[in-house]
């Protein structure tokens, strides 16, 4: 007779869901909350167990079970404003399980273990799974670093008020971001790599009112200041404080150019998990 504890079997799925999501964040290159993380991977381990624990539930044919678990999880975790991009959410969460999973048992026959279902270490199966997604993580990585990021990469001098700074930026086909009124292009620069820019005062009213964006331009220590709406995964509306600065230089290799007036809108959050790039340049400063 073969037991199944259910405490072991969340914590097991409580594990590869996170393995699992965290591969597919990697991947859209957005960043979520750990926490967030956590949450969205416990309710597909729950769902996973309730299913298992009801008898009459245990019939549902594997199709439905397997269209069903993801679906909580995924709108928790990134809410999708879209049909659309849920289904390129769905697919690609899909796609890394089975890429984990398969991954996980070839490895597991091919290193000799052939023992039955009901005899399968599920502490080695998770031990390789660990092994699997950190190969993956670190290929995937190194495929986007050396290979497709170098084609999008730009340096840019931001010079505002006699103060310079130089930031390392990436071109990003999916910053559609304008101010409201004058319609102009919006670079996206983390905080940290802005501070210096600021006066103390101005870096104080940052760091007391960061998270109520309203209450930072009332303060009128920036002007000319822009509140910038943005929506992205995992953020169905936010708010991006802008600012005005003197000059914006943009260069790579050959290519040179100069911004006056430029438009900066600060982010609080890091803009890659490695922190090895700290802008989002918009695209129509290279295309104009």
Not at 118 to 125: A, F
Not at 199 to 204: D, I, L, M, V, Y
Not at 259 to 288: M, Q, T, W
Request: glycine share 4%.
């Amino acid at each position: 007779m073969y037991v199944v504890y259910i405490d072991i079997l969340f914590l097991i799925n409580l594990v590869m869901d996170m393995m699992i999501f965290y591969i597919v964040s990697m991947i859209l290159n957005k960043p979520v909350k750990k926490l967030r993380l956590f949450g969205a991977s416990a309710i597909a381990a729950a769902i996973y167990c309730i299913i298992l624990y009801l008898p009459h539930l245990q019939n549902i044919p594997y199709l439905i079970f397997a269209l069903i678990v993801p679906v909580l999880p995924i709108l928790y975790l990134y809410k999708p404003l879209s049909l659309k991009a849920f289904l390129k959410l769905y697919i690609l969460c899909m796609g890394t399980a089975c890429l984990i999973g398969g991954t996980t048992f070839s490895l597991w026959f091919i290193c000799g273990y052939q023992a039955q279902v009901n005899e399968i270490s599920m502490i080695w199966l998770v031990m390789i799974a660990f092994v699997v997604t950190a190969a993956f993580y670190m290929a995937f990585n190194q495929i986007r670093r050396r290979l497709i990021f170098p084609a999008f990469e730009y340096d840019i001098t931001i010079k505002h008020t006699n103060k310079v700074i130089l930031v390392k930026s990436i071109l990003d086909t999916g910053n559609c971001l304008y101010t409201s009124i004058e319609h102009k292009p919006v670079i996206v620069v983390t905080y940290d790599a802005l501070k210096d820019l600021f006066t103390p005062k101005q870096a104080e009213l940052i760091n007391k009112y960061k998270n109520d964006i309203l209450e930072l331009v009332c303060h009128g220590e920036f002007i000319p200041s822009y509140i910038i709406p943005f929506n992205s995964v995992g953020c169905s509306l936010g708010m991006l404080l802008g600012v005005e600065v003197d000059e914006v230089a943009i260069h790579r290799s050959h290519f040179k150019k100069s911004v006056d007036r430029c438009i900066i809108g600060i982010s609080f959050n890091n803009i890659f998990h490695d922190k090895s790039y700290h802008a989002l340049l918009h695209p129509e400063f290279i295309l104009n």
